[in-house]
């Protein structure tokens, strides 16, 4: 195995490997001084003794036994020192498990902010960054130091949705990162250390804007866990969050093109309001879509109003041009709409997230966001940056009115978006516009339309 991952229950698991290593040395041991030793040398220029012989049958068998007992150690103290980290969260734990609460940004915020009472550095989610890392200056402390080939260490929680979190202790050590991955879990009330990895960075980089990028080294040809990380170090803009959030992230970049195509209000050729109804149906109505996806894609016939109540809630388009380009059947007064299938690689957990930037509220009352496109698993903090113009309503709403891509010969290729796939017969192999990812023998779709 590349690396070093371990439990934290491996402890127990080591004082029972010595006492069967150790019964084995002693056999060793007595078998060569049986064997008649002679005054014979190891090899060099001493006579093998019984205190020489290891764990595993060699020379050096207590530097050995020392090992596994700083390795106990530095568990117990990896377990008491995340232990008291969360203790000093339990209340918020504990209230927001009674509340349901557990994951919302709020209760996320909640315990990032309390650690940071307690001069912890804590952050949300892995590679989300919804909320500003306590005490940045303590980590960029030790960016510095890192840069400079000194030797530091900087620890940084990363609070996950069940209310537990991952603790990185990041060292420096003569120009090489290494990094201690330990996740910590609430069982039955208390908090409890149950994962802990060791591993040296292959890759590592603090970008211009505040993003500290750093990755597992694995050999050539590994196909595990790529074990990349970002965090964002700078602070961001309370209100460039509140849009992002609003605006952004509920359709984002996955299965969908609308931030990665030039457009603007009423030139709507480059759209899929397909691909949008199923990004903003929860929007719009407050519950989950009910038109399940499945392997092959399924089609539905969704009725005319609430279909264009989606769809007109974001964005000025009228139905009778809605009704044209989008599959409308006049007999059934409703819309054909067709989910993604798997075979469309609709979307990946490895794509970029938006983030706002920065924004211009304008005379006419439309605000321009500037979004940088965060690619944590190619380390780059700007994979694009595109600018996106909204109208806010007077009732709490607002409509989508262009996106434009900025040019720069840096913008990463889209490689995570892929068209979805045109079916022309239903009882045929099915064509495809733009490049595929799918079996090169596709399956018959099943037509869920109503009679």
Known sequence: MYGSEKSTRAGKRRKERRLDVAFAGAILALAVWGCGNNGETDGYGKAASYEDVGMDGEVGGEEAVDEDMALDRQEEDLQTESGKAAEAYRDIYERAVQENALGSLETTKAIVDRMGEYGYCAIDQENKNQV?????????????????????????????????????????????????????????????????????????????????????????????????????????????????????????????????EDWTEGEWEVLDFDDLFAKLYSCAYGVPIPYEQSVDGTSYLVPEK?????????????????????????????????????????????????????????????????????????????????EVTVRPMENGGFRYI??????????????????????????????????????????????????
């Open 306 to 386: 609430e279909y264009e109540t989606v769809i007109q809630s974001y964005f000025s388009i009228d139905k009778e041009a809605l009704r044209i380009r989008q599959g409308y059947v006049e007999e059934k007064e409703a819309y054909e709409y067709r989910t993604r299938g798997f075979y469309d690689c609709a979307s990946s957990p490895n794509i970029p997230y938006p983030e706002v930037v920065s924004y211009e509220e304008n005379e006419d009352g439309t605000v321009c966001l500037t979004v940088n496109a965060v690619w944590p698993k190619e380390n780059m903090e700007r994979a694009f940056c595109h």
């Open 132 to 260: 500003n890392l306590t005490h940045p200056e303590l980590v960029k402390e030790w960016i510095g130091l890192a840069e400079e080939g000194k030797d530091g260490r900087q620890t940084i929680f990363s609070i996950m949705d069940d209310g537990g979190f991952i603790r990185f202790d990041l060292e420096s050590e003569k120009g090489t990162i290494f990094v201690t991955r330990s996740v910590l879990h609430w069982k039955g009330g208390m908090p409890e250390v149950d994962y802990t990895e060791r591993y040296p960075a292959g890759e590592w980089k603090y970008s211009q804007n505040g993003y500290l990028f750093f990755r597992k080294e694995v050999p050539a040809g590994y196909d595990g866990s790529q074990g990349y990380t970002a965090i964002r170090v700078e602070p961001l803009d309370e209100k460039c969050r509140e849009w992002n959030r609003k605006y952004i992230l509920p359709i984002g970049y996955g299965a969908n093109d609308m931030f990665l």
């Open 402 to 451: 262009s996106n434009r891509v900025i040019p720069s010969d840096e913008n990463a290729e889209p490689t995570w978006y892929v068209e979805k796939m045109a079916y022309f017969d239903t009882n045929t192999t099915p064509k495809a516009s733009g490049p595929i990812c799918a079996p090169i023998v596709a399956p018959t779709w099943s037509l869920w339309l109503t009679s």
